[in-house]
């Protein structure tokens, strides 16, 4: 996932940005498919409560983590507004809900700090790094935890 | 990619391709039902896999398909009879050859105790006939040989010459009329010769007869050749390795002073100079540049074979192969790629073409008859498409059932007992994907039906039974379904042990009232394993239950019939392709649910006096004689609490596996039509009680209910074993 | 204009590995999977070198290169046989047919362009 350039360029790498609540998060560019508009979506039974439900993208199924919920922040509740950024985590396909994407970013990986300390375990588990821009604070997720795949099939 | 990867993998599908064709050619002379040709194709699979195995330098595999070849070579020459014990370590061989090839597929090493075993036998068939095979050597060095690479031929495979300097070689070298004849020339050779050092040939015409008495085709030139080369004389000898045998060839080496070879030549050239014919041919300094001058000389002479070579020259170059791999009838290679994205896209098409024909009726233009005509033409159209795009990747379970039989044969050889495994129906064709995920449900049945099933060969001797077992494989289409049956003649289940164990397991209650084929259906549920000593084969941990979710992961079903003492026979029902499905759209609490036509029994509307509570939190429904468990579809998938007046609402009377009937209670119907499936697992995993997905007219996604998964869901949440009672009784 | 050469196996991977090995060398190549559907290829192509195999099905090597040999048109085309170095009878059997030389399997590619140029013209 990393996109290492080669040495004579700098080494920087490209994100997208979005806004979940008043906290800003980014991902590395190259795991993102898309980005769409809000579409209702059908609910998925036994589902964990982050899974929103699954929507149609171009005749695929795609499941819908509500990321604001799966990560432990207040949640709101699902509008028009809201983005839908699809992503790619290993071979699956699957949308995350969030309020809005505000930005892309190229992004010097020296400017990525490591995450701190007050952060709690869960946290940590999904934003791997901080990233510091004006005076922004920007939290680095990586989506390898976003979805433990495992604990999704509930009893 | 990398052209020789791309020709390693075109390889290895061929190799597969061959070992069907091996595997069906050797059991077909086995059964003595073998074509006249069965002994050739067998010996072609072979010696086919052995040629590209040479190629890609693995040994292993070139060794011992080289033993089987020579073996087939015999029996196909009739030097070696096919006895049974021939056939047998044929098959065998055919099996190590499968694993072997196998192995060099994924580049691992094959246990050389697995093979060589049976490569010594091969060998041994054939010493106890008329002398050794040509190049079977005990140690495989004949085969090694030839997965030896080649040093090009222009390199003197000779010691170098002892002196520094060139020696002159003469060279007379007089063709035959054959030589010609096999489209042999000698400019090709002069040029060779010129590779090799430099070349003074001097053409004698004597033998050249009168025009009248000249033979177009005969060949009357004959040349002495001086050679300066510091090449051996075997270089000298493979420029003239093809026409050898076809003419009259002296090579002399002389003294390093090699003044007398020009001697001769100058005494030729002056008989040659005084021919005054056309023919005559003048000494040519062999520089290569002076081929065309030769050329024109010796054409002259042979003039059929010149105009035939020159015309050849200026033939058209079509570089499109022939129709590929004619084994039946043309057929051509498709990526799987192209294929599935070529379903998808039919899919899509579907879809696409139900939501227009629901836009349009919303429109309120659906009416008008043109329109309608329109679109029923669509939906028409559409529907061929999609039946005929899915035809594409139907394809015949003969392989499948051939790789049943080696797992037959495995297993009746580990367990000590005499198995036959007979097929029908092998040209049924189902989708390759539903082919591919049968092989290990299929290999897992008939695992236990040898295991447990068949008994050993003197107990069957002793209740009359033949000795030898058999399991029966079948394959047919039956009402838009493709039907597979796997039946033994074994002992059958032996019902009062699998009860005892579901009892023990805590499955069923100490006194629950079971039919027998409740009982057998017992094997289905999880948890269940008959085997108290988890036998080497069956007992992997892999239940009948991970069988039959298998099944219906495929949008199958499985059901079990047993007789004591005479065999059991598993059923399992498939659709004939995974990708679209006749359902009943259903609305259940504002949410859209798709029920699988193939399940549903009849649609009730029920009064209020049909619906009776049983227990605690349980209700039936009275149906004509029975009553059924009633299921709110609503409440099992966690929408809503159950519906409190179930009359509200409608029921849908369904038939699970091992025929139970159960009422699944939803809100309304609203609809029934065919639905293109999509799969939920891909990007998301398994929802109980959720089977798949699919895309309806508006574009949102309503799910397909599994109504087995709702039923035993249902049923395991309840203490008791519900089952329908007969008023009455 | 490049040579054309008409390859004749019923092995993919032989065929696939024949026209690599050509190609590099310059030539054009077409191709046949088995004698009788060689000699239809021929009904069409004059090539300037036939390379056969041998043990193929509907029509072998032996039958392909017969039939061939009886044509006028094919008299001078070079007939090469795919053969395994050991096999002096099937060698002996192809020249009796009519082959012109032989290449020895498994070939490696500088061999076999070598064999083609020994009998072009």
């Known amino acids: 996932m990393k996109n290492r350039k080669s040495e004579a360029e700098t080494n920087s790498q490209e994100f997208v940005v979005f806004r979940l609540g008043v906290q800003e998060f980014c991902i590395d560019i190259m795991s993102v498919r898309e980005i769409r508009g809000w579409t209702p979506s059908t609910p998925l039974p036994h589902s964990p409560q982050f899974v929103r439900g699954v929507i149609n993208l171009r005749g695929t199924v795609l499941p819908v983590i509500d990321l604001a919920d799966r990560l432990g922040l207040a949640t709101v509740e699902q509008t028009a507004s809201q983005v839908i950024v699809v992503v790619q985590i290993g071979n699956r396909v699957v949308g995350l809900l969030v309020d809005a994407v505000s930005d892309i970013l190229m992004i010097d990986a020296e400017k990525i700090q490591p995450t701190p300390g007050v952060s709690t375990e869960a946290t940590r588990s999904f934003v791997v790094g901080i990233i510091g821009i004006e005076e922004r604070m920007i939290s680095l997720l990586s989506l390898d935890n976003v979805l433990p795949m495992g604990e999704v099939e509930a009893a | 990619m990398d052209p020789m990867e791309s020709i390693r993998q075109t390889f290895f599908l061929e190799c597969e391709e061959q070992l069907t064709e091996l595997e069906a050619g050797l059991l077909a002379l086995e059964a003595g039902q073998a074509e006249p040709d069965t002994v050739n194709a067998v010996f072609r699979a072979v010696h086919s896999i052995k040629g590209g195995a040479g190629a890609f330098k693995l040994h292993n595999l070139v060794q011992f398909s080289h033993a089987f070849e020579t073996v087939l070579d015999r029996v196909r020459c009739s030097r070696l009879q096919a006895s049974p014990h021939v056939m047998k370590t044929m098959i065998r061989a055919a099996d190590i050859l499968s694993d072997l090839v196998a192995a060099a597929r994924d580049q691992r090493e094959l246990a050389s105790g697995a093979w060589q075993g049976v490569e010594g036998e091969l060998r041994s068939l054939c010493s106890d006939t008329e002398g050794p095979a040509p190049a079977a050597p005990t140690s495989g060095t004949g085969a090694a040989e030839e997965a030896f690479s080649f040093t090009p031929a222009l390199i003197a495979l000779d010691f170098p010459p002892p002196e520094p300097q060139p020696s002159c070689v003469t060279i007379k070298f007089k063709p035959a009329d054959e030589l010609y004849a096999k489209a042999n020339e000698v400019v090709p050779i002069f040029r060779e010769l010129a590779r090799l050092g430099s070349v003074a040939a001097v053409c004698c015409p004597d033998a050249v007869p009168h025009l009248e008495d000249l033979n177009p085709l005969g060949a009357y030139l004959s040349w002495t050749i001086e050679l300066k080369t510091s090449h051996g004389e075997s270089a000298i000898r ?449 929802t109980p009680g959720v089977a798949a997905a699919t895309i309806l007219g508006d574009g949102r996604v309503a799910l397909i209910l599994d109504v087995d998964a709702l039923v035993n869901r249902r049923r395991s949440e309840s203490t008791s074993y519900e089952m329908p009672i007969a008023v009455g009784a | ?64 290169i017969e039939a061939v040999r009886a044509l006028q048109k094919f008299r001078g085309v070079p007939i090469l046989v795919l053969t395994t170095e050991s096999d002096q009878e099937k060698k002996a059997r192809a020249r009796s047919a009519g082959a012109t030389g032989w290449i020895v399997k498994p070939f490696n590619p500088e061999k076999l362009v070598s064999a083609i140029r020994r009998v072009l013209a």
Request: with cysteine; glycine share 10%; proline share 5%.
């Open chain 2, 238 to 686: 493979e420029a003239f390795e093809f026409v050898e045998g076809d003419c009259l060839l002296e090579i002399s080496c002389p003294a390093p002073d090699a003044g007398l070879g020009f001697d001769n030549a100058s005494n030729e050239l002056g008989a040659a100079t005084s021919q005054p014919e056309e023919e005559a041919a003048k000494v040519v300094d062999f520089a290569p540049r002076e081929i065309e001058s030769t050329a024109s000389a010796t054409s002259a002479l042979s003039a059929a074979q010149a105009s035939a070579s020159s015309s050849s020259g200026s033939g058209k170059a079509e570089t499109g192969a022939g129709p590929g791999l004619n084994q039946s009838q043309p057929t051509i290679r498709v990526d799987f790629e192209r294929v599935d994205r070529l379903i998808n896209l039919v899919g899509e098409l579907v879809i696409n073409q139900a939501m227009l024909s629901q836009r349009i009726i919303e429109a309120g233009v659906g009416n008008s008859p043109s329109v309608a005509i329109g679109l029923d033409e669509l939906e028409h159209l559409t529907r061929e498409i999609q039946e005929g795009v899915m035809a594409i990747r139907a394809q015949p379970v003969r392989p499948l059932f051939q790789r049943m039989a080696r797992i037959v044969r495995e297993v009746a050889d580990s367990t000590g007992k005499a198995v036959r495994l007979r097929t029908e129906g092998e040209a049924t064709e189902i989708d390759k994907t539903v082919v591919e995920r049968l092989a290990d449900p299929l290999t897992h049945m008939i695992r236990n039906a040898i295991d447990h099933g068949v008994e050993a060969p003197e107990q069957r001797t002793s209740l009359g039974k033949p000795a030898e077992g058999q399991v029966r494989l079948t394959a047919g289409h039956k009402s838009g379904r493709v039907v597979i049956e796997v039946a033994d003649d074994g002992a059958g289940i032996d019902r009062p042990r699998v009860k005892a164990i579901a009892i023990k397991k805590g499955l069923i209650s100490v006194d629950a009232q079971l039919t027998d084929t409740e009982i057998d259906n017992l094997l289905f549920l999880p948890g269940f394993s008959t085997a108290s000593t988890v036998s080497n084969i069956s007992g992997r941990g892999v239940g009948m239950d991970v069988v039959k979710r298998s099944i219906q992961a495929l949008g199958g079903r499985i059901s079990i019939a047993s007789q004591p003492g005479a065999g059991s026979t598993f059923t399992l029902s498939l659709p004939l392709t995974l990708a679209v499905l006749d359902g009943m759209v259903v609305a259940v609490s504002g949410q859209t649910f798709v029920i699988p036509l193939t399940a549903i029994i009849e649609t009730v509307k029920p009064s209020p006096a049909s619906v009776h509570p049983l227990g605690v939190g349980s209700r039936v429904i009275a149906v004509r004689e029975s009553f059924l468990p009633i299921i709110d579809v609503g409440s099992e998938l966690g929408i809503r609490e159950p519906l409190t007046a179930a009359h509200t609402g409608v029921a849908i009377l369904v038939e699970t596996e091992g025929g139970a009937q159960n009422a699944l209670l939803v809100d309304a119907i609203q609809d029934q039509r065919q639905v293109v499936i999509k799969s939920l697992e891909a990007n998301y995993g398994q």
């Open chain 3, 1 to 64: 204009m490049n040579r054309t050469i008409l390859t004749v196996d019923d092995s993919r991977t032989m065929r696939d590995m024949l026209k690599m090995a050509l190609v590099e060398a310059g030539y054009d190549v077409v191709q046949a999977v088995d004698g009788l559907d060689g000699l239809e290829v021929l009904k069409g192509t004059v090539p300037d070198v036939i390379v056969t195999d041998i043990n193929m099905p509907k029509l072998d090597g032996f039958g392909f």
